[in-house]
């Protein structure tokens, strides 16, 4: 048995999606830990795409259950809608289990989400608005209510009804909004309740079971160190830790049966909504990555930013994951360059070097990032199926990420489909 667990290395959209559907068919569970429904995570079968939000992309795999653990904050109406967009496509969705602990997104979350940001002005986020910080603000002050509260109608009424208390105050006091009714999100419920009462388990007890049991079980992290809200660019971050530590607190698995930390890194960087990006581009090269890349957020479909590789941001990502594995992903898309650059260090006005993520959005102020060159390979890729059938200068890009990193690069993915993978080192044991 193995715990698997995949995290982004950069600001999200590495094609974690793409790598946690490869995994998928050789697991026994499959397990979103952390985050909700800001997540968009694609998998392309056969050139047909598909978007998850917040069901596990091990979904298509009928082979693995998969699990929606305490540490997701679960909108159930988008949860019941990619259901059924799922069934309607012909896909099996009755492997899904949902843990009585994870916390509901409610409807007064996601307008909070949008005022909030509309007080901060210039200042916003870049939020999703899909209500995620709301509601993880909700946990942690005590206010938050649970799937498992929806099993006993009248306590989760009870419970509503305080909440709705502090809630409307801050809607219409603060914000000039108009009140929630009880009656009216009760009715909103009643049917969703119905619908999500066959799949709630308690997720922890199941998992450490199957663990018991020698079973494989992949833990499918959402977002990226960079947008954690402890170790990311804060406060330009998101509201979970996708990082290692969020698998422990999310799905209460024991740190011990975690055997493979995979970490996704895009061969360059994006980033979607507010916050620093040392590496980032503003000229034609941009241009070419963002539109070779489709570099286009697969939840709001803003316009991603993009940069060249930061790799103190992945040495990031290795160091607080305690990464194995590094799976490279869009690689193709830097065939179209003369020469791609890699940020190794950054630079300060006054000339000093630092090797580390600044904590404060003032340390980022009047930072350069300091590039190393590698010549491009200019040379279609896509088809390629080993290593060695690589360009040398792709080659030599793979190993300086290794090196740079101290992870070994398992598999590289050089297109969006299931086959378009190079495999380096066996993952899966
Ligand atoms: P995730 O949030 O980390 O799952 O990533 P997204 O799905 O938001 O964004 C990754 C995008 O890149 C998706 O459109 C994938 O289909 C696509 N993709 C993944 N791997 C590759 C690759 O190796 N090459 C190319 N060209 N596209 C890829
Ligand atoms: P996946 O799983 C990229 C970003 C938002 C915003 C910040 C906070 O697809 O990699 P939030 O709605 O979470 O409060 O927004 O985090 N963000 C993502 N960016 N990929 C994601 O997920 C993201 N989830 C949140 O754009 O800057
Ligand atoms: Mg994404």
């Known amino acids: 048995m193995a715990g698997y667990v995949v995290v982004g290395c950069q600001w999200g959209d590495e094609g974690k999606g793409k790598i946690v559907d490869y995994l998928a068919k050789k697991m026994d569970y499959v397990v979103r830990f952390q985050g909700g429904n800001n997540a968009g995570h694609t998998i392309v079968v056969d050139g047909k795409k598909i978007v998850l939000h917040l069901l596990p992309s091990g979904i298509l795999s009928k082979s693995a259950e998969c699990v929606i653990a305490s540490g997701v904050v679960i909108d159930p109406f988008v949860l019941l809608k990619e259901m059924d967009t799922l069934r309607n496509n012909g896909v099996d969705v009755e492997h899904l289990r949902i843990s009585d602990r994870a916390h509901l997104i409610m409807p007064y979350h996601i307008k909070l989400d949008g005022l909030q940001e509309m007080k901060l002005g210039g200042a916003k986020i870049g939020t999703t608005k899909r209500g995620i910080g709301p509601c993880y603000a909700d946990k942690y002050t005590r206010i938050g209510l649970r799937v498992g509260d929806l099993i006993d109608f009248d306590y989760f009424k009870e419970r509503l009804a305080n909440v709705l208390k502090i809630k409307n105050e801050l809607l219409v006091k603060i914000y000039d909004e108009r009140p929630y009714e009880l009656d009216e999100l009760l009715e909103m419920f009643k049917p969703i309740r119905e619908k999500l009462l066959p799949y709630i388990i308690n997720s922890s007890e199941e998992l450490n079971i199957a663990a018991a049991q020698n079973k494989d079980i992949l833990f499918e992290g959402a977002q990226a160190n960079m947008l954690d809200i402890d170790y990311g660019s804060y406060p330009y971050v998101t509201s979970s830790n996708p990082t290692i530590g969020g698998v422990i607190a999310g799905a209460a698995i ?19 909504g507010e916050g620093p990006f040392i590496t980032e581009l503003f000229d034609e090269d941009g241009e070419k990555i963002s539109s070779l890349g489709a570099e286009y957020g697969a939840t709001t479909g803003r316009k991603r930013r993009c940069g060249w590789l930061d790799l103190v941001v992945v040495k990031q990502a290795a160091q607080i994951n305690g990464l194995t594995d590094i799976a490279l992903t869009k690689i193709d898309i830097l065939s179209a360059f003369d020469e791609i650059k890699v940020c190794i260090a950054y630079k300060r006005k006054d000339g000093e070097i630092i090797h580390s993520i600044p904590s404060t959005i003032a340390g980022y102020e009047g930072l350069e990032p300091v590039y190393k060159i590698f010549k491009g390979w200019k040379k279609d890729i896509s088809d390629v199926k080993t290593f060695e059938a690589l360009p040398s200068e ?13 992870v070994q690069v398992s598999m590289v993915s050089v297109g969006p489909d299931r086959e378009h993978n190079i495999y380096l080192h066996d993952i899966i044991a």
Do not use: N
């Not at 024991?254 to 979607?272: D, E, H, N």
């Not at 030599?396 to 090196?403: A, D, H, S, V």
């Open 394 to 406: 792709c080659q030599k890009y793979i190993k300086y990420i290794e090196k740079f990193t101290g």
């Open 254 to 272: 024991a740190p011990r049966s975690i055997k493979y930390i995979i970490g996704v890194c895009k061969a360059y960087s994006t980033r979607v």
